[in-house]
Structures are given as C-alpha cells and as structure tokens.
C-alpha cells in the first residue's frame, strides 16, 4: 500500500483457501506439496494481514465436506495443521493476536484437539488481532449445535422466555463475540461460499478470484480491498 493509498479496509477479513491441490497439479507436482505451500503461504499473509491493520481474519482451512477426500490427504492436512498451530502459538505470543479454531474438533485427533486447547488458552487474553481458523467446520454444522446447545438451555430455564433474537442466537455459535465478517474473499475460481459462515456472512461483501491459493500474496489482496474500497465508497450508506 503507498502512502497516498487510504482504503476502507474490512474490519473482519473471512477467506476460503481454495486451489492448492490444481495449484500442484498444474507444476506437474502432488496435491500435498500444494498444500505445504498454501500452508506457507497462510503464515506470511498473516503478517501482511496484522501489518495492514485488519483486527480479524477468519479462514477456511477444512470443511466437514472435507473427510471425503482420500485417506492420505486427509492425513497430511492434519499433520500440517498439527505443525502450524505450534508455529501459530509462538506468532500468536510475539503478535499479541488471539487464535480460536471454529468447526466441531470432537471428530479431530486427541492430540490436535490437545494443540488446539493449548494455543486457546495461550492467547485468549490478547486482543491486537484476532484470527479463527475454521477446522472441521461447516455452516450448517454449526447452526445445528448452536440450536442443540440453546434448546438444552431452554429446557433447562436459562433462556430468557418470548422469542429467540439474532442476538440470543449469536451467542450459541462458534463465532460468538466476533463480529460479522465484512469481506469474504475466495480464491481459484469457484464463486460459492461452500457452508462457510452461512449466518455470519448475511451481509458480507464478496469477492472472487482466479487466482490460486498458493499464489496469493500482499498484490492479490490489495486488489481484493480496492474492489471492496470501491464498492464501499459506491454503496456505502445503503447497508
Ligand atoms: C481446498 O481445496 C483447500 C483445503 C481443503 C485445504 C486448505 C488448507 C490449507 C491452505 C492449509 C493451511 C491451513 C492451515 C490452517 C494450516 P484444495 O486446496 O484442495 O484445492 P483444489 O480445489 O485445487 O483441489
């Protein structure tokens, strides 16, 4: 960003990491070097992210769609994020940024659930930035707990009585206490949002792009926050 450059920027940032595997395929290389590499990638945009300013970012990392992919990919995926949650730890200290992992991780292994404890409770007191890592999750998923979760309160007494608001409801999904994300971006070329966030994202700005995961850094998202500058500047007092 130059110094004459002022964007709008979002205050909550969601992106759905796409492409990895046609990344790799396209190098003539296999799906999980693309997935290394899209791992790499997620570690540096972090800090090009918190740098910028943007005090939110909630990413798409494994969907409950996502256990249908072959047993060794899955394998790999969950070992890569066994390794990045401790390097995330150690980013989370030095940046004073708070980690949650949204998506249900009773279906994960006992010891990454153990890593993503550990990384919670490590950071839950930091507030500089705050970023969600959505594993295991899905929209759908998330709404059904989310209403088991209030209907057990209900039976229990705890609900208030009358009619249950957007804000009673909030308080039972993963997201609760993060505000709503202002711009999604999605890259390599699918336009769906794929059960991502599907009650949060009511109002989000979207934006998609050809380009794969692996291959977006700093230039890519500037290009995504100007489009959505733009798009604020045209429409900004119509939400
Ligand atoms: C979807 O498509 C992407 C994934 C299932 C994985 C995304 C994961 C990462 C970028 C790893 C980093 C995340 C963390 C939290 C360490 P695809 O990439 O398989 O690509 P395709 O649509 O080309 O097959």
New binding site residues.
Partial sequence: MNMEEKLILPNHLAII???????AKKRGMP?SY??IV??DN?EKMCDVISDMGIKYLT?Y???TE?WKRAQDEVAL?MN??RK?LRRCEKKAIRNHMRVRIIGDPSALAPDLQDEIREVEEVSKDYDRMFFQ?A?NYGGRDEIERAVTKLADDARKGVLPEGRVTGEIFERYLDTAGIPDPDLMIRT?GEQRISNFLLWQMAYTEYYFTDV??PDFHKEELLEAIREYDRRNRRFGDAK
Avoid at 17 to 23: A, F, M, Q, V, Y
Wanted: hydrophobic content about 50%; overall charge positive; proline content about 0%.
């Fill in positions: 990491l796409d492409g990895n595997g046609r990344w799906r693309g997935h899209g791992t997620l990413v990392a494994f969907s996502n995926l890569l994020f990045y890592i594993i390599s794969a995961w």
